[in-house]
């Protein structure tokens, strides 16, 4: 197949750029034509998708996650990777996707949308507590604010931004495709946050396969990762993110979804693939075939 890479983008590029060269490579040994498009450099509206057979989309955050590309995809009438364009949009903007997994019964931390100016003036959690951007990726603007932390000394968005409390305990990810779930991996962090460089350059960061779990976490973690996708009507690779508190009597939390997550040599979704016994080609293939279905 002649199969459009695109890459690139302005939020999370560095990202973009790795999973589209770990993704290139699998789709040559695959077999496929390879055409690349960095929407950095070139409008997507104007790409000749005449002879395309395939967009596969390796853009992270921002216009390439949230429904922007989708809605190009679709007007151009060729099938592309991930969710749909409603799907994107909805996992991207996080506090409407807390609001679909509550109402379908997923426990999620709670959450408020907040700003510079107010959070100054008073805390709204106890702290600790975590900002974040209502949507975006890798952890990027992501702060946890603990007891001595001093506000000011910190970079926070000046738009609104969502707060949560901050849980201890594990944190793991849940892969899904083609609704069902691939697996799950555990994250092991020494710096206490698992933010863009522990993600991407530590080599401190361990991952294992939680094989800990009580029966009843599993299957919490996997019935609230299918419902997550399927709530938000998601397609291709999901990966769900949780906290499995300290107190086993508490319920683990979802955090996030991601529509489009990392294909590079240090992203989650591949180590559980290769854990599942899927290398990483079989991957990509799985990745095409529920595009095409």
Same mark, same amino acid.
């Given at each position: ?29 695959? @077999?496929h ?42 007007i ?8 749909d ?11 409407v ?6 109402a ?22 106890p ?19 603990k ?26 990810a849940v ?17 206490g ?28 973690i ?13 397609? @291709? ?5 949780f ?31 290769a ?19």
């Amino acid at each position: 197949m002649n199969i459009m890479l695109l890459l690139g983008g302005f939020s999370e590029r560095e990202v973009s750029l790795q999973s589209a060269k770990e993704v290139e490579d699998a789709l040559v040994r695959l @077999g496929h034509k390879v055409i690349k498009f960095d929407t950095t450099k070139k409008d997507f509206c104007l790409a000749a998708t005449d002879k395309i057979d395939l967009i596969f989309n390796s853009l992270h955050g921002g216009a390439g996650e949230n429904g922007i590309i989708q809605s190009i995809c679709k007007i151009k009438n060729i099938p592309f990777t991930g969710s749909d364009v409603l799907a994107s949009a909805l996992a991207m903007n996080k506090v409407v996707a807390k609001k679909i997994f509550k109402a379908d019964g997923i426990n999620t931390p709670k959450g408020k949308v907040s700003n510079r100016k107010s959070i100054l003036i008073k805390d709204p959690f106890p702290r600790p507590y975590v900002i974040k951007p209502i949507d975006g990726g890798s952890s990027i603007g992501v702060n946890i604010i603990k007891k001595d932390t001093v506000l000011n000394s910190i970079k926070i968005s000046t738009s609104d931004f969502l707060i949560e409390p901050y849980i201890e305990g594990r944190e793991i990810a849940v892969a899904v495709i083609g609704n069902k779930v691939l697996g799950m991996i555990q994250i092991m962090y020494p710096d206490g946050f698992y933010d863009y460089a522990a993600k991407y350059k530590s080599k401190k960061t361990q991952y294992i396969i939680p094989d800990n779990l009580n029966i009843l976490q599993k299957k919490e973690i996997e019935k609230f990762s299918i419902t997550a996708h399927k709530a938000l009507g998601c397609k @291709g690779v999901t990966r769900s993110d949780f906290i499995i508190p300290s107190n086993a009597s508490i319920k683990p939390f979802l955090l996030e979804i991601n529509t489009l997550p990392g294909l590079t040599k240090h992203s989650l979704v591949p180590k559980i693939s290769a854990n599942a016994g899927i290398n990483f080609d079989d991957l990509i293939l799985m990745i095409i075939k529920d595009a095409l279905s």
